[in-house]
């Protein structure tokens, strides 16, 4: 029973993921604040989806991830670990508008798309009230986020996230009614 459990939470997890990261295309910015709800919706599931898969079914995961060529496994990696900072600092220590803000003229007509918002460049958190250990994981997850997501559309980061999430979740052989009604 506890396994069926599991697998109902990560399947609910896995398809509240798939639709607000899909969501970011759709979704036009009227202004900052759907799109901030809307990027902190997708901070939320993606992390929860990964810490899932790792926790739950680490051999599907892993085989996904030592399937692909080394620079892209370690842009996976850091993409992943990019976004778990932000998890972890939104909202706690940074406003969720501290991270984002529209493209600037980005030509096209998903132009106004919340998929098309840039991460920006953020100071180093304070690190002093962290262990010695604490602090170096804590500045890994920084500088994963300044590499792989500062400067980057928001879209371009989740898309490469929830695609390797989405990988592995199939890998673990897990039923998901999402892909299901994808494929009708």
């Keep these: 029973r506890p396994q069926a459990a599991q697998a109902t939470a990560l399947d609910w997890s896995f398809t509240a993921m798939c639709d607000v990261t899909e969501r970011l295309w759709q979704v036009r910015a009227d202004g900052q604040a759907p799109a901030l709800t809307a990027i ?12 899932t898969l790792v926790r739950h079914h680490p051999g599907a995961y892993d085989g996904i991830l030592a399937g692909r060529p080394p620079a892209e496994r370690q842009l996976i990696e850091t993409t992943l670990s990019g976004l778990r900072f932000v998890r972890n600092q939104m909202g706690h220590h940074r406003d969720p508008a501290d991270f984002i803000c529209p493209a600037p003229g980005r030509p096209g007509s998903d132009k106004d798309r919340i998929a098309t918002w840039i991460w920006m460049s953020l100071p180093e958190p304070p690190l002093a009230s962290f262990a010695p250990s604490g602090r170096a994981w804590e500045r890994a ?7 792989q997501l500062a400067g980057h559309p928001v879209g371009d980061v989740f898309g490469r996230a929830a695609a390797f999430l989405k990988l592995a979740a199939a890998n673990a052989d897990i039923h998901h009614e999402h892909q299901h009604a994808t494929a009708r």
């Design 141 to 147: 997850r920084y500088d994963a986020y300044q590499t």
């Design 40 to 51: 902190s919706e997708a901070v939320w599931w993606v992390p929860i989806v990964d810490a």
